[in-house]
């Protein structure tokens, strides 16, 4: 109410301080502050994107303006990228998802050791891709610790083998992400003013019920948000693909067929090809999540005076 | 004497013969037995008691920093008293979630689910009780209608003003026909006009709905007019407990009459006592006579009471007792009267309150404290 009310009033004494012959000066002055930014932007995104795309519909091998997208979408094994980045992904985006909203929960409140907690989940952000396959390289081969536990404690006697496979991408991911989609659900549960839950609670709402009618719903926003941000980088998946999975077979990512062609064929056309449909299908499921969340409840976590 | 509200609407018991059409009340007795509540070393409620009859409207009062919130969240559930007892009924509640007490509340900042529709709001607390859901609809239409909200059933809270949101904060709480409605400072988010207008229709609701409710504010004039009896907290502890007459007529100790507006208070020491009459001597030495509230023998020190609008302003030149010499420091209009504070031998900053208002600033006049209204408490100790 308030914050609208505020609102209001703002624009109302904007407008009352402009006499016509000031709106065009200020008008200029505002559009002179944005250049910087707009030409980063042009500079650094659209200008690439741009380029590339031009560059992917000059097809190197010949053919139609659309050759190279044509290539990849019938050859099986190019077509195939698309579905093993998503096995990827998704998995690795969904168990982030489902050990982070009850942890965040559980945060939301300032609990003794909040720091150190929220310290040693965020640590894995600072190590970055490659230091974590290169650990799980060693920490889950053959002769790792892993093994060595569980053949120590007479629980296998083959070694589990949890790399040079999907699942150890997937756990590389998982570790990689993690940091990201629980601070983002920390920040939207402990918006969540905590009288709501207290009223539920007054109001005959077991634990569960106050979870799953009050908190989830109002969480909505930041799952929607960490979803689309950690399915999106999950998606350009790459060094741990490589190190950690079967680059040949089941975890040939599409980036992974974006470098092959780039640096293998030496073909820049098909390889930008290939990063352009990477970039369609993130803005995609982008604009599915986002269309999604914007359906559902999306405003305040507290009602009140605002 | 002129008659008291209240007492149409106090609970007579079952040999009641009042013909009021309210409804009885769902309890018959909530038993509170020595609630204590420590933070980290700090006690902020020690060994609350209090008896509530069924249809009660019991207000607690005092600062912040009382107990006051402490007391009813400890009676919610939301808070676990480290001892003591609570019996609704005979049934001992102390260790039952809040969620299984069948108690109503409201939040000061209303706690309405943001992502649900008025409708919806109201009707949490029937889907929780698992209501069949054509007997829901029919309890929400009621109150709704109740509280004058029917056509904003399909909004959202943050559509809504501070005072209907109140009204769908306290809906929501009474349509569970709780045992017992918990109020945590309701009014103090709203504007003075609004606050009026939901201290009457709070009070409307507790009659048509007989509920018994437990109100916890830090405003006096809150507490006087909607309660019938006062619990007056300072510190953790019960200081007095009364009707809002009797603790405003008859303050237990300085402290009650300071915060029940007896705005001036001032040091004294005790010269003699006779009978409930009681001579001390001010800082200057000026010689008054009160009336004696509590123990004193002489020697003592006291605190000396009165009201701003209980000391008479009186010609230039009178010698009754009581009387000294004052000059208007300032004068504060105030529609229904006016107010001086004035400077004299008893101190600089005296409020008076008057019906005249042609007194202006620097103009000397002479104050008299009557006897009978001026109070003489012990003064207080720091048992506390």
Redesign the interface.
Known sequence: MARKMHGSSTETRTTLNRPGFRINRSAWLNLLMIVPAVLLVLGLFIYPLAYGLRLSLDPQTGGGILANYEHFFTDERERATIWNTVRLALPATLINLLVAIPLAYRMRRVVRGRRLITGLFVIPMTLGTVLIAQGMLSFFGPAGWFNKTLEFLRITDDPIRLIYNRTGVIISLTIAEFPVVFLILLGFASGIDPNLERAAQMLGASGWQRFRRIILPLMVPGIATAFALSFVMTFAVFPTAVMLGQPAGSTRVIAFAAWQAAYERFDYSAASAIAIIMASIEICVLAVVFGLRSRLYHGPASAGKG | MTTHIETDQRPTGSSGTRTSERPAPRIDTLRIRNLTKTFGGVTALQEFALDVRGGEFISLLGPSGCGKTTALNCL?G?LEPDSGDIEVDGDHIVRT?????????V?Q???????LTVERNIA??LE??RIPKAERDERVDQILNLVHLGEHREK???Q???GQ?QRIAIA??VV?EPRIM?MDEPLS?LDAKLRLEMRTEIRRLHHALGLTTIYVTHDQEEALSLSDRVVLMELGNIRQVGTPRDVYQEPASAYAASFLGCRNLLPVRVASLDGTSVTAESASGMSLTGSLRGELTPGDNAIAAIRPENINLLQQGNNAPNTTIGEVQAVEFLGQGTELSISCELGDNIIVRTNEDTWQYGDRLVLQLPGDRFFIFPAESEEG
């Open positions: 919610a939301l979630p809040p969620e299984r007490r069948r108690f109503g509340m939040f900042n209303y706690a309405l689910f943001p992502h949490f607390g929780m009780q959202y809270p943050a809504l003003s501070g949101q929501r709480a569970t918990l988010n």
